[in-house]
C-alpha cells in the first residue's frame, strides 16, 4: 500500500518513539487541533491511522482499528489505544496541516 504522505511522516519519526508515549501537553495539542480541525485534515487524520493499522497488523479484519467507535456520524478513538509511533506520526501531521491552514 502506498501512501506517500503517511510513509514521509512515518520515515521522519525516530525509531525510539516505538516505546516513548507521547507527553500529557502533546497528547492534549493533537486532540484539541483533531477536534477543531477541518473535514480534510480529519478526513487524513483517519487515513493515517487505518494505514498504520495495515501495516502492523497480522489480521486487518476490523473496520475501526484500535477500539475506534462510530457515533453520530464521527468517528472516535481513545488516544489510549493508540501505539506510541502512531501518536508520533499523528502529531507530525498535526503540525503540518495546522502550518498549511494559517497560509
Same mark, same amino acid.
Given at each position: ?19 516513548? !508515549? @507521547?507527553?500529557?501537553?502533546? %497528547? ?15 478526513? /487524513? ?17 476490523? !473496520? @475501526?482499528?484500535?477500539?475506534? %467507535? ?15 509511533? /502512531? ?17
Amino acid at each position: 500500500m502506498t501512501f506517500p504522505l503517511y510513509n514521509n511522516l512515518e520515515s521522519e519519526i525516530d525509531e525510539s518513539f516505538d516505546t516513548i !508515549d @507521547l507527553t500529557t501537553r502533546q %497528547k492534549t495539542k493533537l486532540l484539541k487541533a483533531i477536534t477543531e480541525m477541518d473535514t480534510q485534515g480529519a478526513e /487524513l487524520v483517519y487515513a493515517l491511522i487505518k494505514v498504520y493499522y495495515l501495516k502492523h497488523t497480522q489480521n486487518p479484519d476490523f !473496520d @475501526l482499528p484500535y477500539n475506534g %467507535k462510530y457515533e453520530n456520524d464521527c468517528v472516535y478513538f481513545n488516544i489510549n489505544d493508540i501505539p506510541f509511533r /502512531l501518536k508520533h506520526i499523528l502529531l507530525s501531521f498535526i503540525n503540518l496541516h495546522l502550518k498549511s491552514m494559517n497560509n
